[in-house]
């Protein structure tokens, strides 16, 4: 019987950490060292969004056409004709930034400071929504995916109800094609260590 080779370090678990960008105007700078993925999000502007319900889902769909010839019961070609990608979490923190990110951007306004801090948020109108970049880095830190533009098209429901009901900003944005000046497809990956397996 053929049995296939385990790669114990190609086989996943667990949520990571997920982050985000106003303003990307450039890739970030990723590298590997000891079979990790370095990328120091913390010193170029990205802000982490916390404690998440049950970590990320990333989903990339696919439609296609079948191009048929009368002779064949098979297609002769089949070609796509849409793609698209979705991310979706629920985020745990319902900071007043993140409560800006479910939002599609807004105007946060502080005053006051320690035990006086008050921040005042407002919501953009139609039309004045902002997009944001995305990332992801893995729980092992040997993967790393960036979506330089995405735009968060799901219902936001935050419940607050019993007292033992966690209230949540679920979030599901969609992978927009960006400036090509940025990057010419939806996202990059990158990985290291046992995940970095191309030849």
């Not at 949520?15 to 700078?29: D, E, F, H, S």
């Not at 990985?191 to 970095?196: D, K």
Request: charged residues 15%; glycine residues 10%.
């Amino acid at each position: 019987m053929a049995t296939p080779t385990i790669q114990p370090g190609q086989i996943k678990t667990g949520p990571g950490l997920i982050i985000y960008k106003y303003g990307l105007t450039t890739m970030p700078t990723v590298t590997a060292a000891a079979s990790k993925v370095v990328f120091d999000y913390a010193t170029d502007g990205w802000i982490q969004v916390g404690a998440t319900e049950a970590g990320l889902t990333y989903t990339e769909s696919t439609s296609t056409e079948a191009i048929r010839v009368a002779e064949s019961a098979y297609p002769v070609r089949t070609v796509t004709t849409e793609k698209g990608g979705t991310i979706a979490f629920t985020m745990s923190h319902i900071s007043d930034v993140n409560w800006k990110l479910a939002m599609n951007g807004g105007t946060i306004t502080v005053t006051g400071s320690g035990a006086t801090k008050l921040s005042t948020y407002v919501p953009p109108l139609v039309g004045a929504e902002v997009r944001v970049a995305l990332g992801f880095i893995s729980l092992d830190g040997d993967e790393a995916i960036v979506w330089p533009q995405v735009f968060n098209g799901g219902s936001v429901e935050t419940a607050r109800s019993e007292l033992a009901t966690k209230a949540g900003l679920p979030v599901e944005f969609a992978v927009e094609l960006p400036d090509p000046t940025i990057l010419a497809t939806p996202y990059k990956r990158w990985t290291a260590g046992a995940l970095a397996q191309g030849t």
